[in-house]
């Protein structure tokens, strides 16, 4: 088992649509986590970050985390073409340090005008 | 600077040589991070710099490859004899300390292509 996967994709939604995205990870003691968002040919930039259970919102964007299940996933409200990418989910195994993110592969999302 | 500057941006090299990828992080940041990625993967995290010692460096995947932060600010990444199984974007992010609530910021990574 992987220690985070993600469903490579790609998921497609139309415009307009709500787009998920789900993550597992098989660390228990997991601390934080983060979803990046990669466009081809560029590097990966933060969309959210989200450390306690429950759901943590930012704008179009809804990060929902559950430790007892091992699951955090985000959701895009009013997907936008320009939210085509490919979006990774990273987790930081660890308190206290980041230098050790475990990515998932990434889900590519295809936002259809 | 005001983002994190990677070069080059695009490196072509033979089977066997030696290649440097230098990055220079945001302007303050003490921690600077080296991952590389291939085609269809997640960053594979290779080494961390806290300050400029190297935290962890338990990524690198063999002795060819090392790094350096003499300054604490500008680091390089050093491949010896590099060979095909390198080819990768190597992409280089820092953080304000390496405390896990602190977001990366990555460059935009330089793409090394060994033939």
């Known amino acids: 088992q992987k220690e985070v996967e993600q469903n490579s994709g790609p998921l497609s939604v139309p415009e307009g649509a709500i787009a998920s995205l789900n993550c597992t990870y098989s660390?228990?003691?997991?601390?934080?986590f983060f979803w990046y968002r990669q466009y081809s040919g560029k590097s990966p930039e933060l969309i959210m970050f989200?450390?306690s259970n429950g759901d943590k919102e930012d704008g179009r964007f809804t990060a929902q985390l559950n430790k007892a299940s091992q699951y955090v996933s985000l959701l895009i409200r009013d997907s936008q073409p320009s939210d085509s990418a490919t979006y990774l989910c990273?987790?930081?195994?660890?308190?206290?340090?980041?230098?050790?993110?475990?990515w998932g592969l990434g889900t590519s999302l295809a936002v259809n005008p | 600077g005001a983002g994190v500057s990677q070069t080059p941006s695009n490196k072509v090299t033979e089977k066997g040589k030696y290649v440097e990828l230098r990055c220079d992080p945001i302007?303050?940041?003490?921690?600077l991070y080296w991952y590389r990625q291939s085609l269809g993967q997640g960053p594979e995290f290779l080494i961390y710099?806290?300050?400029?010692?190297?935290?962890?460096d338990s990524g690198l995947p063999n002795d060819r490859f090392f790094a350096v932060r003499p300054e604490g600010s500008v680091s390089t990444l050093k491949i010896q004899r590099t060979e095909r199984g390198d080819s990768a974007v190597y992409l280089c992010?820092?953080?304000?300390?390496?405390?896990?609530?602190?977001?990366?910021?990555f460059g935009a990574g330089s793409r090394l292509t060994v033939l």
């Open positions: 992010a820092s953080s304000l300390t390496g405390n896990g609530a602190n977001v990366l910021t």
């Open positions: 302007s303050g940041h003490t921690a």
């Open positions: 710099f806290q300050g400029t010692g190297a935290a962890d």
């Open positions: 660390d228990r003691g997991s601390q934080s």
């Open positions: 989200i450390y």
């Open positions: 990273a987790v930081n195994p660890r308190a206290g340090n980041n230098r050790k993110l475990i």
